[in-house]
């Protein structure tokens, strides 16, 4: 079964660079969500789409936007990179109608140097 | 808000042992439950989830929870553990169309 496509797996930035990662949720889901993983930490929610519209926001930086596009894959756009950001991201969906049982990707690991 | 604590961070268990992860949660009303397993560098994976209905709730790789409105708990079991368990697991509440997740407890098998 078609499960959470997240790219790329593994990212490595410099300070102040730019990156952008990318979600491909099952065939289906209009619903994506974006955690974040801090070292040793829970995954921390940062932004949700339905519909290609946000529908919730986090604890997410303004240095981050993302967006959900009409084939429903969702990018998250980081700028102005800090060595604070490296973690891993999630990205999660689901059909958002009353079935609130989210499948995750196996996420995008960015490191920032 | 609505969360869920994880008061342990760290449990070993040897192998065939039984196996207790604690969740507690704050809501007032039934919540929605879930319980995730992390391996290392992967992604999260649901192990079952509790809405409603019957409190005890069978999940994959022989799994269960039972969910106990008097203690707000919801506590991850299993009878018998491998070593192939080891790994992070995480409760998770919905709050707002989003999980919110407990800190975590690690798990490790000792042979």
């Known amino acids: 079964a078609a499960g959470v496509i997240q790219s790329p797996r593994h990212l490595i930035k410099e300070k102040r660079e730019t990156a952008t990662l990318k979600c491909y949720p099952i065939?289906?889901?209009?619903?994506v969500y974006w955690y974040q993983q801090g070292p040793g930490q829970d995954p921390q929610f940062l932004i949700s789409f339905y519909e290609k519209m946000q529908s919730d926001k986090g604890s997410i930086p303004d240095r981050f936007s993302a967006q959900q596009f009409s084939d429903y894959h969702s990018e998250l756009n980081m700028s102005s990179l800090e060595l604070g950001d490296s973690a891993l991201y999630f990205c999660?969906?689901?059909?958002?109608?009353?079935?609130?049982?989210?499948?995750f990707g196996q996420g995008t690991r960015l490191t920032v140097v | 808000a609505q969360s869920v604590t994880q008061p342990d961070i760290h449990i070993t268990v040897s192998e065939g042992a039984s196996l207790e992860l604690r969740c507690n949660y704050s809501?007032?009303?039934?919540?929605?439950l879930f319980w995730y397993v992390q391996s290392p560098g992967q992604g999260l994976q649901l192990l079952l989830k509790?809405?409603?209905?019957?409190?005890l709730v069978q999940g994959i790789k022989g799994f269960e929870a039972e969910f106990k409105r008097s203690q707000s708990s919801f506590n991850l079991r299993k009878p018998s553990v491998h070593w192939s368990d080891a790994a992070e697991y995480f409760c998770a509440t919905e709050y707002g169309n989003k999980l919110v997740f407990g800190a975590g407890t690690i798990l490790r098998v000792k042979s």
């Open positions: 509790y809405f409603s209905g019957d409190t």
């Open positions: 999660a969906s689901t059909t958002g109608q009353g079935d609130t049982e989210a499948f």
């Open positions: 065939p289906r889901h209009d619903t």
């Open positions: 809501y007032g009303a039934t919540p929605y």
